[in-house]
């Protein structure tokens, strides 16, 4: 579904108003490289890839160090005002500022704010970090199943307040609680893209590195190009969330 929905969203972003002057024999005819063997190829391939690389990963360091001031800057404020639970977090920003989008794509309402706040961490730090969140929602999930079964449906819950935690009757805490299957499945496609802000930089280096002469154009399209791959991710699991 992903093939799709990027030709579909690229083809509405940057629709093409002028004939192709690439031509599928330019690609055949491509100039082959000069080294003798594989090895050759492999020291030579890997010496040119250095440049890149370190691109790569000095942006997307500097992209990540940046989100994490920002969240430790509104957690600091969020305690000169007491506010400390729920803290004043980055992922509580985004669940507020996402809420329209897991509704809109169908997710339970009381599995809104938790679905918004990880596409909010996919968005504006990775899918890594938010599959690593969701991980702890689908664990919670598995527990808590487990621990309804072997009470045969008996099991007490307690919902701590002023927070998502769940107490189970064993004593066991089910911290940030827990999603069902129709949000879990929703938010596994809506954060599985390469679309949020750390990418940009990572574009911005892979792509200038390999042509420095382009780089300014790159910068003037990441932007648009990071909202036509969050829109593809979301029409993704819009048709999962009503397969």
């Known amino acids: 579904m992903?093939?799709?929905?990027?030709?579909?969203?690229?083809?509405?972003?940057?629709?093409?108003?002028?004939?192709?002057?690439?031509?599928?024999?330019d690609v055949?005819?491509?100039?082959?490289?000069?080294?003798?063997?594989?090895?050759?190829?492999?020291?030579?391939?890997?010496?040119i890839s250095?440049?890149?690389?370190?691109?790569?990963?000095?942006?997307?360091?500097?992209?990540?160090?940046?989100?994490?001031?920002?969240?430790?800057?509104?957690?600091?404020?969020?305690?000169?005002?007491?506010?400390?639970?729920?803290?004043?977090?980055?992922?509580?920003?985004?669940?507020?500022?996402?809420?329209p989008l897991p509704w809109i794509m169908g997710c339970s309402r009381i599995d809104v704010f938790r679905v918004a706040s990880l596409i909010g961490t996919k968005t504006f730090l990775n899918e890594f970090v938010a599959y690593a969140e969701l991980s702890v929602f689908i664990s919670n999930k598995n527990i808590f199943d487990e621990y309804m079964?072997?009470?045969?449906?008996?099991?007490?819950?307690?919902?701590?307040?002023?927070?998502?935690?769940?107490?189970?009757g064993n004593g066991t805490l089910l911290a940030r609680g827990m999603l069902t299957e129709r949000s879990t499945v929703i938010a596994?496609?809506?954060l599985c893209g390469f679309s949020n802000l750390a990418s940009m930089g990572i574009m911005i280096g892979a792509l200038g590195?390999?042509?420095?002469?382009?780089?300014?154009?790159?910068?003037?399209?990441?932007?648009?190009?990071m909202i036509a791959g969050n829109v593809a991710c979301f029409m993704t699991a819009c048709i999962a969330g009503n397969a």
């Open 2 to 25: 992903s093939a799709p929905a990027a030709l579909a969203m690229a083809k509405l972003f940057w629709p093409e108003t002028k004939k192709s002057t690439a031509r599928a024999k």
């Open 28 to 47: 055949y005819n491509m100039q082959k490289g000069k080294e003798h063997n594989i090895i050759e190829a492999a020291s030579n391939g890997a010496s």
């Open 50 to 99: 250095i440049k890149l690389i370190a691109n790569i990963a000095v942006n997307l360091i500097a992209f990540i160090a940046i989100l994490d001031f920002i969240n430790a800057t509104l957690i600091w404020f969020g305690h000169r005002v007491d506010m400390y639970q729920p803290e004043l977090t980055f992922s509580l920003v985004c669940s507020y500022l996402f809420y």
């Open 149 to 168: 079964a072997l009470s045969n449906g008996t099991g007490t819950i307690q919902e701590i307040a002023d927070s998502d935690d769940i107490l189970l």
């Open 188 to 190: 596994t496609y809506a």
């Open 209 to 225: 590195a390999m042509a420095p002469s382009r780089k300014a154009d790159i910068t003037k399209v990441v932007v648009r190009a």
